[in-house]
Antibody
Framework: QVQLVQSGAEVRKPGSSVRVSCKASGTIFTSYAFGWVRQAPGQGLEWMGGIIPILDTANYTQRFQGRVTITADESTSTAYMELSSLRSDDTAVYYC????????????????WGQGTLVTVSS | SYELTQPPSVSVSPGQTARITCSGDALPKEYAYWYQQKAGQAPVLVIYKDSERPSGIPERFSGSSSGTTVTLTISGVQAEDEADYYCQSADYSDSSVIFGGGTKLTVL
């Protein structure tokens, strides 16, 4: 069965960076895209960006441009999300997702989600 | 910026039909997807490409589309359906993905 297993909770100080990993199993890693969605406490879902591993191309929503980097390691079937210049309002649960996509890089449904990683930003 | 608009809350009694709407200007051209999120859990895909149901999702979940509005319908609501529901589509303004604000479904 498909599983996306994320790294554990992190605590960071404002201004620092955090990297969250997402290891996929039970799936052909290079046949899908992988995305990152975050959810602040008591808030809704917010798309950050995604990557197509076989093309090694990532795109990011404008709100996070310049602060987020999404990468993928085919050899370990692991996707990564690094967020820099952390602020207190970056405190959230970060989810990775498996995404269907087409030849033009258009993203369709997110059919599997990781368990979520809580990132707390506090001085 | 582009937005998907959902009602903050919907309440129904067990056995009734719940309808959750999602409105957006691009919805006539872009697919919509629906996710269910129960408290403390990761979201689960319940409808994709407007009206398709993934394997394992009960038949009481259905989706439809009309103009700029898509609707998630839950027929014969059960207590276990109490959750937050999010619609998702493409954000044509930055070639990205966008979520609606979410709707809390309460089963009375």
């Amino acid at each position: 069965q498909v599983q996306l297993v994320q790294s554990g909770a992190e605590v960071r100080k404002p201004g620092s960076s955090v990297r969250v990993s997402c290891k996929a199993s039970g799936t052909i890693f290079t046949s899908y895209a992988f995305g990152w969605v975050r959810q602040a406490p008591g808030q809704g879902l917010e798309w950050m960006g995604g990557i197509i591993p076989i093309l090694d191309t990532a795109n990011y929503t404008q709100r996070f441009q310049g602060r987020v980097t999404i990468t993928a390691d085919e050899s370990t079937s692991t996707a990564y999300m690094e967020l820099s210049s952390l602020r207190s309002d970056d405190t959230a649960v970060y989810y990775c997702t498996r995404i269907f996509y087409d030849g033009s890089g258009y993203f369709y449904e997110m059919d599997y989600w990781g368990q979520g990683t809580l990132v707390t930003v506090s001085s | 910026s582009y937005e998907l608009t959902q009602p903050p809350s919907v309440s129904v009694s067990p056995g009734q039909t719940a309808r959750i709407t999602c409105s957006g200007d691009a919805l006539p051209k872009e697919y919509a997807y629906w996710y269910q999120q129960k408290a403390g859990q990761a979201p689960v895909l319940v409808i994709y490409k407007d009206s398709e149901r993934p394997s394992g999702i009960p038949e009481r979940f259905s989706g439809s589309s009309s103009g700029t509005t898509v609707t998630l319908t839950i027929s014969g609501v059960q207590a276990e359906d109490e959750a937050d529901y999010y619609c998702q589509s493409a954000d044509y303004s930055d070639s990205s993905v966008i979520f609606g604000g979410g709707t809390k479904l309460t089963v009375l």
